[in-house]
């Protein structure tokens, strides 16, 4: 059974940083492309950032590049995600997930293009 836990989220003040953890396991993910989305109240999940799997190539949304880092583990089959410089707007549930194929990367940025995900982990920025 393909599970993928988060963890890592919490409250914190404008400015400051958290770095997010992606657990998986109960299946194959080093051959394919892991995002983080994230969902604030009343508002469409969105993409965060990717990357592909072998980590040599990430992708970020506009408003998370420079501050934003994806990276992965693929011995220890982790994901994370390090956030600097937070927002009040980056407030948000974030969801680590799995490409729907191997070896893929068109429409990364696509909620559809992802298969597993993970059950999320609450992010509070106070300003």
């Known amino acids: 059974q393909v599970q993928l836990v988060e963890s890592g989220g919490g409250l914190v003040q404008a400015g400051g940083s958290l770095r997010l953890s992606c657990a998986a396991s109960?299946?194959?993910?080093?051959?394919?492309?892991m995002g983080w989305f994230r969902q604030a109240p009343g508002k469409e999940r969105e993409f965060v950032a990717a990357i592909n799997w072998t980590g040599g190539r990430s992708y970020y949304a506009d408003s998370t590049k420079g501050r934003f880092t994806i990276s992965r583990d693929n011995v220890k089959n982790m994901v994370y995600l390090q956030m600097n410089s937070l927002k009040p707007e980056d407030t948000a549930v974030y969801y680590c997930t799995a490409n729907r194929y191997m070896y893929y990367t068109a429409d990364y940025y696509e909620r559809s293009s992802y298969e597993y995900w993970g059950q999320g982990t609450q992010v509070t920025v106070s300003s």
């Open positions: 109960g299946g194959t993910f080093s051959n394919r492309v």
